[in-house]
């Protein structure tokens, strides 16, 4: 079975829009958007929406590149 994933290029970012939400306190501390991370964390308060999904999608292209980085580097001391 293949992923969402799977079947999109390298340079794409993917991540599920449902990881985006917002909260507030009963007080209205700490109110605006988060990230849901693994783990049961949540990144932010973000001002509104689209900051939250941008930041969200560099975090992604980031860790992509990281582990692409890695494996590229791992790869090189096998060889």
């Known amino acids: 079975m293949k992923r ?6 390298d340079d794409s ?4 829009s449902e990881r985006v939400f917002y909260q507030a306190d009963l007080d209205g ?4 958007w988060y990230i849901a991370m ?3 964390y ?4 973000f001002p509104d929406r689209d ?3 941008t930041i969200a999608e560099g975090l992604i292209k980031r860790l ?7 494996l590229w580097e791992l790869s ?3 060889a």
């Open 38 to 40: 693994r783990g049961g």
């Open 76 to 78: 090189q001391k096998e």
């Open 13 to 16: 970012v993917y991540f599920r």
């Open 51 to 53: 900051v939250a999904v």
């Open 42 to 45: 949540s990144y932010g308060p």
């Open 64 to 70: 992509k590149d990281k582990a692409s980085s890695d």
């Open 4 to 9: 969402q994933t799977d079947e999109q290029n």
């Open 29 to 32: 501390r700490d109110a605006g």
